[in-house]
């Protein structure tokens, strides 16, 4: 684990790292969205779906960050519109059950380490 990787390297969309959520636990998520792009849910039809730049944003089976509630984005509808400097969008594979920024909102850069492969 690289604790301060991202004090001299800046972080890049959809890489893997490790983001401390309460009391040491270390959540492996990846980097959806960062400063500057335009995060947004929009009602389509009968469900909700997370945007990313005008664009839906997907899992890599192909599944969208989509639910019937705008409720079950959790935290993150009070972080729609541009991401904040120094703010990142982390989410995890498992749409429906992780434990993700849909939870703890969007992160900041120092609360990250990277993953070594």
Do not use: H
């Not at 401390?20 to 400063?35: C, V, Y």
């Not at 664009?55 to 960050?65: A, D, I, R, V």
């Not at 400097?85 to 850069?109: A, C, M, Q």
């Amino acid at each position: 684990m690289l604790g301060a990787y991202y004090k001299c390297n800046k972080p890049r969309l959809g890489e893997v790292v490790l983001y401390r959520w309460g009391n040491n636990i270390n959540l492996a998520k990846i980097i959806k969205a960062q400063e500057g792009d335009l995060l947004e849910i929009k009602k389509l039809k009968n469900k909700y779906q997370l945007y990313i730049n005008k664009k839906p944003l997907f899992n890599s089976l192909g599944e969208s960050y989509s639910f019937k509630e705008r409720k079950s984005f959790g935290v993150l509808t009070l972080s729609t519109g541009v991401i904040p400097k120094n703010r990142l969008l982390l989410l995890g594979e498992s749409i429906r059950s992780s434990y993700d920024s849909k939870k703890f909102g969007l992160v900041s850069i120092d609360s990250l380490s990277m993953i070594e492969v």
